[in-house]
């Protein structure tokens, strides 16, 4: 064999140039090559290579809780990253300063009770002009003041579950169902502080950065076999990437929030397969030979993956009809380069 490719070689010695740039063969000029061929598998979709991705919460998808007053002590009654109920107990507020925080609201009660029946006695009074108008300002102001500020009060007393006047105690309940975020264990706890936050199931969701050149065919990311179809795409790049988020995660998927993972990216975009030994380095592009009634021709292809036995490629050609070199790719590739025996 070695002595008919060297024969063949000397033989087209004067035709060498012409043919590499053509980038095209003869069958027939190849002497004794054994050649055979297989036809590029066309599919639909493909798994990329693994990027390092994050569970996290959608951003602004979080509810917080914050402590009305400073608290003395907080127990807290879940455990941090625990699924809970809407209604369920979450944390225990102990201290002198939530019987003062009780006292206010039920200061603040009277007074708007008080500023109602005046403003609605009001009223009428304004309509047939019985008071000023300077004087229904001053009574208008009073009335909404003490509402707003009862209503802002009532916001925090509708998730409080219980009241203990003997241990000056106050437990607090979720406002919805998620996963409990204890953002602050330890004190103090000053008015206006986090005591916790409540994460919808809904809004954990993988967070990926993938590839500006491959983010417009990214449907789904899988994690040790479990499939999570990519949501939506950031219009913003960083650096050569984008971020990508998914749909929520499935709770048989037993990810945590917060974790770093690896998943493997699905590409939904029609690619071939090609066997590894049909694919050659052609001035620095990967490419290969395609037959055509008695010739060689080759083509420009782009890997985009692989498996242990194939290329993921894309090509400007359908690839699907066409018959591709996959034996004795090293020889012919020699041929055109000018590279034989003596």
């Known amino acids: 064999m070695m002595a008919k490719y060297g024969a063949c070689l000397f033989c087209l010695s004067a035709s060498v140039a012409t043919l590499a740039q ?17 036809q590029p598998q066309k599919v639909a979709s493909y798994e990329g290579s693994p990027l390092p991705a994050q569970v996290e919460i959608l951003p602004g998808n979080d509810y917080w809780i914050s402590t009305p007053e400073n608290i003395q002590q907080i127990s807290f009654l879940v455990g941090q990253g625990q699924l809970v ?27 708007y009770q008080l500023a109602k029946s005046r403003y609605e006695r009001n009223k009428p009074l304004l309509n047939n002009g019985s008071i000023s108008a300077e004087k229904w ?61 409540l994460v919808p199931s809904d809004s954990i969701r993988v967070k990926v950065s993938v590839p500006m050149s491959q ?30 988020w998914s749909s929520p995660v499935p709770q048989e998927c037993n990810l945590l929030l917060g974790q770093q993972i690896t998943v493997i990216p699905e590409y939904q975009k029609a690619v071939y397969l090609l066997p590894k030994n049909s694919v ?8 290969v030979f395609t037959k055509t009634a008695d010739t060689l021709t080759s083509i420009t292809i782009d890997i985009l993956g692989s498996t242990p036995e194939q290329y993921i490629v894309e090509s400007d050609q359908d690839l699907s009809q066409i018959q591709v070199l996959s034996q004795s790719v090293a020889a012919v590739k020699g041929i055109m380069l000018g590279l034989g025996g003596e």
Request: aromatic letters at 8%; proline letters at 2%.
């Open 215 to 244: 983010s417009h065919s990214l449907s789904a990311v899988n994690i040790n076999q479990c499939h999570i179809a990519i949501e939506s795409m950031s219009a913003i790049a960083e650096g050569a990437f984008v971020t990508a």
């Open 137 to 197: 300002r001053e009574i208008s102001q009073d009335y909404f003041s003490t509402h707003l500020e009862y209503e802002h009060m009532q916001h925090f007393m509708e998730i409080v579950k219980s009241t203990d006047a003997t241990t000056d105690s106050l437990v607090v309940g979720t406002p919805v169902a998620g996963i409990v975020k204890l953002n602050q264990v330890n004190g103090p706890y000053m008015a206006g502080s986090q005591l916790f936050s």
């Open 22 to 38: 053509a980038e095209s063969l003869t069958i027939s000029s190849l002497g004794n090559l054994d050649l055979s061929y297989v």
């Open 280 to 287: 050659f380095s052609w001035e620095q592009d990967s490419q």
């Open 85 to 111: 109920t809407k209604g369920q107990a979450i944390v225990k507020l102990t201290g002198p300063e939530v019987f003062h925080y009780l006292a206010q609201v039920e200061a603040a009660g009277s007074l």
